[in-house]
């Protein structure tokens, strides 16, 4: 399994944009790059996965190094909803996730 | 849809007792998974299905753990004999085989094992 690192946290005002970065150097060829998050008390819910090209969706921006060993996941305007713990996982498309520490994001009002 | 389901949503037992954790898939999903998370390891595979088949099951513990997936709607988690070791939220998520897709994951069950 390709291996992971992220801040253990990172804090943002609340309306202003926030760029959560991963490293995954060892990630293979084949592997998407999943973001799924956790809130608190919840069951981890995707975000957002790409493969090689950027991505948008309604939720956020999947911005993915040219060489593939890193990628930021972008949060346009962050509201309080948005303070949980941040997984970047690569992966297969249908095989059990890996997840690691994860990101504590803290949203300031 | 309802979602994922998962029952009990508490579970207290002591130590010895089975245990046994249930998980209702998303309808049409033919994928499910089984995580734990704990404090220490953090959020942790422990098997997955594909079809009511398991695929993986290189994550269960050890030999007390036991998965089953009876048919499409219903799988079940068993841990005999429980240990205070296995206190955890264990999680259950689904997803649709076949390229890539997203997993839904269940509000898990918080298992305390005194």
């Known amino acids: 399994d390709a291996k992971t690192t992220q801040p253990n946290s990172m804090e943002s005002n609340e309306e202003e944009p926030v760029h959560l970065p991963c490293n995954h150097s060892?990630?293979?060829?084949?592997?998407?790059i999943h973001w799924y998050r956790q809130l608190p008390s919840q069951g981890p819910e995707y975000v957002i996965h790409?493969?090689?090209s950027n991505v948008n969706n309604r939720m956020a921006s999947l911005a993915i190094a040219e060489d593939r060993k890193s990628s930021t996941l972008i949060l346009h305007r962050a509201t309080l909803r948005d303070a949980a713990v941040y997984y970047c996982?690569?992966?297969?498309?249908?095989?059990?996730?890996?997840f690691g520490k994860g990101t504590h994001l803290i949203i300031q009002p | 849809d309802a979602g994922v389901i998962q029952s009990p949503r508490h579970e207290v037992t002591e130590m010895g007792q089975e245990v046994t954790l249930r998980c209702k898939p998303i309808?049409?999903?033919?994928?499910l998974f089984w995580y734990r998370q704990t404090m220490m390891r953090g959020l942790e595979l422990l098997i997955y299905?594909?079809?009511?088949?398991?695929?993986?099951d290189s994550g269960m513990p050890e030999d007390r753990f036991s998965a089953k997936m009876p048919n499409a709607s219903f799988s079940t988690l068993k841990i005999q004999p429980s240990e205070p070791r296995d206190s955890a939220v264990y999680f259950c998520?689904?997803?649709?085989?076949?390229?890539?897709?997203?997993?839904?994951f269940g509000p898990g069950t918080r298992l305390t094992v005194l």
């Open positions: 309808s049409g999903h033919n994928s």
């Open positions: 790409g493969l090689t």
């Open positions: 996982t690569p992966g297969g498309g249908a095989d059990g996730l890996t």
């Open positions: 299905f594909n079809n009511n088949v398991p695929i993986d």
């Open positions: 998520a689904s997803s649709l085989v076949g390229g890539y897709n997203e997993q839904f």
């Open positions: 060892t990630i293979s060829g084949t592997d998407y």
